[in-house]
């Protein structure tokens, strides 16, 4: 029952993260021809093993209030976030944590990608297509913000971190994933593959 409720549960984030830019008065143009090709990597699925307790982390950052150290993904591991709570920032902040030499991600482009996302008022995980094994795929122009801003200009086969104001994710919150209005959320993102 745990696991088709936490099934649900990421199922419903997603087309929120998927339904949340709808409302966005953005009217990005696409990029150059030269970025219109697909870009894709080999993997096909998100490592799930237990994070590194021994590795060090790629990204420490203090926010405004608390701190995150970001131990990246491996191989057959999932990214880990530790967080001193509350954490809060007051700018959205990315970092990239592997950087790759694949094709620059269009800030339109349909990508897809391993992820988890931790809320920085607790600490806790709120999804994690780590979890589930399987990579999420969705058009940047169709997401939140934050994860637009985090993805896009990056490379294909690129993890970047980002550290998202309560404005760049859920300014009214999102009761359904435990995140309050306020939150600062955190996101680990290994981008696997994009299409313009």
Known sequence: ???????????????????????????STSESS????????????????APQASASPAWQFDGATGSIAVTAPTENTAPGVEVTTPFSVDETTVQTLQPADGA?????????????????????????SYERGEPAEFPLDGVVPGFQKAIAGQNVGATVAVAMTSADGYPAGNPQAGIEQGDTLVFVIQILGAQS
Do not use: E, H, K, W
């Open 34 to 49: 030269a970025q219109a090709a697909a870009s894709t990597v080999a993997a096909t699925n998100c490592p799930s093993g």
């Open 104 to 128: 620059i991600v269009a800030d339109t482009a349909t990508v897809t990608v391993c992820y988890l996302g931790v809320n920085g008022r607790d600490g806790s995980v709120f999804d994690s």
């Open 1 to 27: 029952m745990f696991t088709v409720r936490r099934a649900a549960l990421a199922s419903t984030l997603l087309l929120t993260l998927a339904l949340s830019a709808c409302n966005s008065t953005d009217d």
